[in-house]
């Protein structure tokens, strides 16, 4: 059961780092005016979300 809460909080989390990072970091030490780079952390952020996901059902089903 822990494996699965630990896989809920790696899917929120990725993706509010990501995207804050490029929100608070990235874009203004760029000098976007719109947050482009958080637009792309947050998308990569769930995807390596929905990632950890899937291998980590797979190794609950072996």
């Keep these: 059961m822990l494996r699965l809460a630990t ?3 790696e899917l ?4 509010l780092i990501l995207g804050a990072a490029g ?3 990235l874009d203004p ?3 976007n005016e719109t ?3 958080a637009i792309v952390g947050v998308l990569l952020g769930f995807s ?3 990632y950890r996901l899937i291998v980590m059902a797979n ?4």
């Design 12 to 15: 929120a989390s990725f993706p």
């Design 48 to 50: 390596l979300g929905f």
């Design 59 to 62: 190794q609950l089903q072996k």
């Design 29 to 31: 030490w760029m000098g």
């Design 35 to 37: 947050p482009y780079i």
């Design 7 to 9: 896989a809920g909080f």
């Design 23 to 25: 929100y608070y970091w």
